[in-house]
Structure formats: C-alpha cells, structure tokens
C-alpha cells in the first residue's frame, strides 16, 4: 500500500520553528554543529541515567519523550506513517488477536508504540483540525480518567497505566478523526472489502489453530503467549462489521453472486464457531441487525436468510458435535443454550455459574459507587479490583476485570467517570445518525452505507464489552477507539460534502450578483 494514499506530507511550522531556534542559538554561542549533537547526547544521557536512580518507570517517559522529539521533526509526514501502522496492527488483531498484542519489548508493545506515532500526528494536524461535540465529549471523559489514574501511578506503577488504558486509548479516536478525510474513505474500503473473504474463513482455522496447535505455536520474544489466541466476543465483533459491510453494499458488487452466496456461508460458520464459544460473540455479531436503521437491503437479507436456512437444514440432519478443548462444544445445540442462557435463570449449570458470578460482583460495584463510599471517585486505576472486591478466582491473581467495561468504568471512575461514558456514547451516536440523515437527504447513499457499517460496528463492540475483558486490550480497545475516529471523520466528511452541494453554499451568476441596475 502507498503512503501517498493517507495523505501527502507537507512541511509544518513545528519543524521550522524547532530548526530555525535550535540553529540560532547555537550560532549565538559559537557551537558548532557536531558539538552541539554531543553536548546534547550527553545531557540526555546524564538526564535518563538519574532518572533511572529513581525509577524505571521516569526512564520510559524520558526514552519516550525523546524519541517524540525525533519524529516530531518529520512534521506532516507522521500522518501517512500512523496510518499504515494503524491499519496494520487492527488487521493483526482482528486475524490473531492477542497474541499480536504481545509485540514489543516490555512493557512498551506495538499498540503502545501505534499510539505514540498517533499523538505525534494529532500534534502536526492541529492546524486544521475541525472539533466537534464528540471530541469534547472524548476529552471530558479522558481528563476524567487522567485524575482518577495520576494519583496512583506512584503506588501502583504499570499496572495504574495498563488499566488506564480504557480511557488511554482514546487517542486512537482522536488521531484517526483529525487525519483521515473523505478521500481517504475509497482507501479504506477497498482494503476491507480484500480482507472480507480471508476473514470469514479464518475464523473457523483460528479456533481450531489456537486450541489444537497451542503448544507448538510460535510466541512473541519475551511472552508465553501464542500468536494465535482465538476469542469467540473479539470475533463476533468484527463478524458483525463483516455482515454489515456486505449487507450495506460496500463488498463492491452491485448484484448478489455466487461470491457473495460464498462470504454469506462462510460468514455463518464464523458465528457458529464464535457463538458457541462465547454467548456475548453471538450477540455482537446480531448486531448486524441494526443495519435496517440505514439501508434496505432487502435482496441482500434473501441471500443471508437463504444460506442460513441451507446451513441449519445440513448443520441439523448432520448433528455434528466438535470438542476444541474449551468447556462448551461447537454444535447447533451450544447455540441454544447459549441463547436461552441470556434470559433463562434455569439455563445450563456451567453458563448459568459464570453468569452468577457475573451478576454478583457487578452488583457489588454498583453498591459500593451508586449506593456507597466511592460514589464520586470510585477506587481509581491501579488497584486489583478482583482482590479488592473479593471475586478472584486464579492462583497468579492475573484477573483484574469484572468482564463488563461499562462495570469497571463505574468501579474506577466512580458514578461521574461512568456518566462521561454514557454521555460519550450517546452524542457518538447521535453524530452518526445525524450524518446518516444528512447524507441520505444530499442522496449521498454510498455514505449512508459507510455510516450504518460504522454504527453496526461500535454498537457490536459496546455488547461484546458487556460480557467480556474487551476495551481493556489493545485488541479490543484500539478497534474501539478506532471506530468511533472514523465515524467522526466519517461525519466531517458528510458535512464537508453536504455543505459544498447546498444550493446556499453555491456561488451567484455574475449578473445576479451584480444586483439590480
């Protein structure tokens, strides 16, 4: 893929301000060049050698800020370099998932570093960028998470870090918002549109690969963690984004085919696989549902209902029961318990445990912030909420998630952090539908399709975080982030387009601005 697609480099004033006083001074001292590199390098060295006397922690901020220094330099260019990292990390977590969240060299991984290069690119395109009431209500909820998570960095190091990423990841919504235009959009579409196909086969060989191959699966450097790690709620997400870009009509065939008969089956295997794995994966993927808000599709949902038909005739004369290791098989009946798990309290002993367990901490941490001492403040970003709340269930004491985001947004930012959240989501949500409508009113039907495959796609991601540990990974939560950036930029472009063909934006014939004589 070009660079030149995400946008072409332009010099900034941040490089010629940082040039033009760094060669000034020197020259005002008599240093030349070269002994000003020296002078410089061994002033860092010095800084990050006491830094290192008081914590580890101050020397990745300083080797950080440093390196932001170096790349700041390169001004406008960042923004194509973000971008093609970007798009390379989601489809390295949307394929493997976790185990590709593992590469780096601890504890700065390449989500980590993706996000780095995305500050830098929101800081070279300040210039232009267009804020809107979904930035605000990003930033609030930020700032928000910022005070709750500072005070307890010192006591608790990395982990007040890696917990604050929920809120930290937003940066992804920002940079992606303020660097992608509407251009940037055919771009976009035709590297999803390749990857369909691959993806809604994969699903199925990643089960299989993750559970039957774990062992001898390579890892990355430093991690016991395989590259493959299949998770039936990440899958089920982007499964409703896959069937809500083919059912909108962005798989880029106007008549139904063969092809598309094709990705249709592939994709119901998908959610088999993944449903059967993970009750919140099967309602993720049903988001696809809601693609009814935008597009009638009404040839497109005959082709889906006829496959599955097809599949669930076969899948039930055959029966087939498929043990991968995990406590549930992949079989026809999983999915009906999986189903009836959701409302029936008299549900299969197994699922009916874990959602017990579910319910009893997350009402634990609605009693001690709604209707108790951590209303305003909650416990903060850093403590084990596991130990703390008494719901641990593993030996190494790794859980720390009460496997619900909008739960533990409540439990570490207190009833304000959680009403940040809401209200983040709502005028998210609004921004799209008034995108939509604005779009559908110009008879801009394409965008209407890209705003309903966005809105499918976060709308998926806020249930699968409802039932899993999903925002509070790289390979959940960049994907979310990264979502709610291209469905603000997604409406910046419809205003943008909107704006140029309304009749009052239109120049006048220069007899009619000439008025009469």
């Known amino acids: 893929m070009n660079l030149r697609h995400f946008g072409a480099a ?31 390098t061994v002033v ?16 990745l901020v300083a080797a950080a800020a440093v390196v932001a220094i170096g790349l700041l330099s390169l001004g406008p260019a960042m923004v194509p370099v973000f971008q093609v990292c970007l798009v390379a990390i989601l489809a390295g977590y949307a394929f493997l998932g976790r185990g590709v969240a593992h590469l780096g060299v601890p504890p700065v991984y390449v989500g980590e570093a993706v996000l780095g290069i995305g500050l830098i690119a929101i800081v070279v395109s300040l210039d232009r960028v267009r804020w809107r009431p979904a930035h605000f209500a990003i930033l609030a909820f ?23 990423v929920i809120w930290g990841y937003a940066v992804f ?42 062992d001898a699966l390579p890892r990355a450097p430093g991690s016991e963690v395989p590259i493959v790690v299949f998770k039936g709620g990440d899958m089920g997400v982007h499964l409703a984004g896959v069937g809500a870009f083919m059912i909108l009509g962005l798989g880029g065939s106007a008549a139904v085919g063969l092809r598309e008969a094709m990705i249709w089956a592939g994709w119901l295997l998908s959610v088999v696989v ?11 993927a049903s988001m696809v549902a809601t693609t009814v808000l935008f597009i009638r599709a009404t040839a497109r949902w005959f082709v889906l209902v006829f496959v599955g038909l097809f599949l669930v005739a076969v899948v039930g004369l055959a029966d087939p029961q498929i043990d991968l290791g995990f406590s549930r098989r992949i079989s026809l009946d999983q999915i009906v318990t999986n189903v009836t798990s959701i409302f029936d309290s008299h549900a299969e002993e197994d699922l009916q445990g874990t959602k017990t ?14 209707g108790g001492p951590y209303f305003w403040d909650g416990k903060g970003y850093g403590i084990n909420l596991a130990d703390d709340d008494g719901f641990q269930l593993l030996a190494d004491h790794s859980l720390r998630a009460p496997h619900n985001g909008h739960i533990e947004i409540l439990a570490r930012s207190g009833v304000p952090g959680l009403t940040l959240w809401i209200l983040l989501q709502v005028v998210f949500a609004a921004t799209l539908l008034r995108a939509a409508a604005r779009a559908r009113a110009a008879d801009l039907q394409h965008w209407v399709a890209i705003v309903g495959w966005i809105f499918a796609y ?20 960049i994907w979310f982030w990264s979502v709610i950036g291209l469905g603000i930029a997604a409406a910046t472009a419809i205003d943008g387009l909107t704006s140029e063909a309304s009749p009052s934006r239109r120049p006048l014939p220069a007899t009619a601005a000439a008025g009469p004589d």
């Open 142 to 164: 930020v700032a928000w998470g910022a005070i709750r998570t500072i005070p307890y960095v010192g006591t608790y190091g990395i982990d007040a870090l890696r917990d604050a």
């Open 10 to 40: 332009r010099s900034g004033p941040l490089t010629a301000i940082s040039s033009g006083r760094a060669s000034r001074a020197g020259s005002e001292l008599g240093i030349p060049g070269g002994a000003r590199a020296i002078v410089a």
């Open 357 to 370: 367990w579910r319910l009893r901490w997350w009402n634990t941490i609605i009693g001690y912030t709604v």
């Open 458 to 477: 976060w709308l998926a991601a806020l249930v699968n975080a409802s039932f899993d540990v999903y925002l509070e990974g790289p390979q959940g939560g």
């Open 274 to 284: 993944a449903g059967a794995v993970n009750r919140g994966g099967l309602l993720a």
């Open 173 to 214: 919504a920002i940079a992606v918002s303020v660097t992608v235009r509407a251009e940037h959009f055919d771009v976009i579409i035709r590297i999803y549109r390749r990857l369909v196909p691959i993806f809604v086969f994969w699903v199925p060989v990643a089960a299989v690969v993750s559970v039957v191959f774990a």
């Open 44 to 59: 860092i060295a010095i800084a990050i050698g006491v830094l290192a006397a008081i914590s580890e922690l101050w020397v």
